[in-house]
């Protein structure tokens, strides 16, 4: 009677490292299937880009040197391949993709590949598509850090140790920053160099989802990016939404986790709205800390931006609100430092909301949502 209850125990044992097993098989090969899709997209965006550029380098070349030409053009496609098909084709981005074939120009990509296969790629000496997805095999964000370097000598080191070393964009960037090339280049034992160096470190580690949900993949696929870094975060900014709303009509909901781009840095802006009676936009930037000073000069950098982007000729210049929910306090404040009179300023302060009601609400509902998950 007692040996039966034992075998089931065993049983039970044995299914659920079964279970377990399955599940981390799954988990790998689903893992790995998003990897290698992320690289596939990724190569199509980098060869599809390339001959975007080399078409626009050529088009500028065939006998149209007038002067102001390469810009007028890239404005025409920009406005209408934008139209075609939505974002990633501003003039910045097509400038970028110009830049990236100067940077590997045909014939240099024609000679490599003409190497690895040992024949000559087709009967005029083009690469093919399949060919050129070969040759560029890292994302295409990865080309956009690369093409930020002024020495070709550093640009081609990186672009090899990145190869060599399977180094995600994190780490890439990381060994830019610090100079890597450089201290390597000064170094007396640069294989030892090489190999402390190029260690990847936990940070630099990117999951399949980042990589899916890159800016320049979602760009390019036509995909929206409307997720939060955290339930908590994404709450918060829901609610205040409703609760500005709810002040009266002067608030007109614009946009949601708005992405935006400064050089090479992408950023998201967590709500904006147009106010009616002031007729500007309301840039709000929600932080999960204290207010810094780091704070500040990041909301007046999004307010510059949305004055030269998103405001039209016959609107006040925006005014942004900067939202911190810290664990014991909660803070809101107005940037109107950017404005250009104190007249105008003193205007905006009457109309907006006062800053305590908003800091008040969004302590309140902070409590309420972090009591609820407990």
Known sequence: MTAEPARSKKTKVIAMRGYEGLFSEMVTLIEEARRTSARTVNAIITATYWEIGRRIVENEQSGRRRAGYGEALLKRLSADLAARFGRGFSRQNLQQMRLFYLAYPAEEICQTLSGKSGKCLTPSGECTFDELRERFSLPWSAYVRLLSLKSKRARVFYEEESLRGGWSVRQLNRQIESQFYERTALSKNKAAMLARGSRARPEDKVTPEEQIKDPYVLEFLGLKDEYSESDLEEAL????????????????????????????????????????????????????GKFTHADAGQMHMYLNYAREHWTHPDENPPVGLILCAHKDTALAKYALDGLPNKVLAAEYRTVLPDEELIAEELEKTRKQLEGRSK
Do not use: N
Not at 255 to 276: A, C, N, P, S
């Open 237 to 288: 900014i829901l609610h205040l939404e409703h609760f500005l709303l709810e002040l009266g009509g002067d608030f007109a909901f614009i946009g949601r986790q708005k992405r935006l781009r400064i050089g090479d840095e992408w950023y998201r802006v967590d709500l904006i709205f147009f106010h009616r009676r002031l007729r500007c936009l309301i840039v709000i930037d929600l932080k999960r």
